[in-house]
């Protein structure tokens, strides 16, 4: 008989632009980080309390607001890092080309923030998450990698993949980081993308290989027509 896994893991719908939360962490420790708390700070709080778990740490997949709380652009956002690490003892990872996005979006400080790049690692119990720089979306988006599972953010979702036309945005990152690092990664590594977009909440990558229509460009041309440019 198998020993149960140290991991834990949860999806959490919230907010009103169908975002996910996840909680990331060690049923032995019992401590665990979230991915873009944003929306609603109390509520996230109480849901890791309810399972007896610490939260230690907040990840953040990029700067936009739905996803980290504050404000961009006159678009506002309640919760978030900022309300986070003033409920509980933690700091904010974030990919080092986004930080200064972070700081100005939703005020937090210097202090507040582990500044990361891609292939960093952070271990909870025996677990331990990969974080994986995915450009495209934002210049410091990334993607965390734990187990069997990819938490995407706005890189990519079931059958989707993130806007590029948004301030930061490239479209050519975006397909850099499609056919690079998220090419290889297996095909039975499950997606957690940051919002339910699509037709199921996740799905696996070699199940998108064949419906995510960005997941079968075959070159770069492929790729500027799909995108229109």
Known sequence: MSEPSDLYFRQVPIGPMANFIYFIGSRSTRTCVVVDPAWDTE?????????????????VTHYHPDHCGGGMMGF???????????????????????????????GVSEGDLVRREGGDRLALGDVEITFIHTPGHTPGSQCFFVR????????????GCGRVDLPGGDAQQMYESLTGPLAALSDDVVLYPGHNYGPTPTSPLGTQRKTNRYLRIRSRDDWRRLMGR
């Open 76 to 106: 506002r956002v309640p919760g978030g890092v900022a309300e986070l690490i003033g409920r509980v003892d933690a700091r904010i990872h974030v990919h080092k080309l986004e930080a200064d996005g972070l700081k100005q979006v939703t």
């Open 148 to 159: 069997d599972r990819l938490v995407a953010g706005d890189t990519l979702f079931v059958d």
């Open 43 to 59: 509520a996230l709080v109480r849901l890791a309390e309810a399972d007896d778990m610490k939260i230690v740490g907040a990840l």
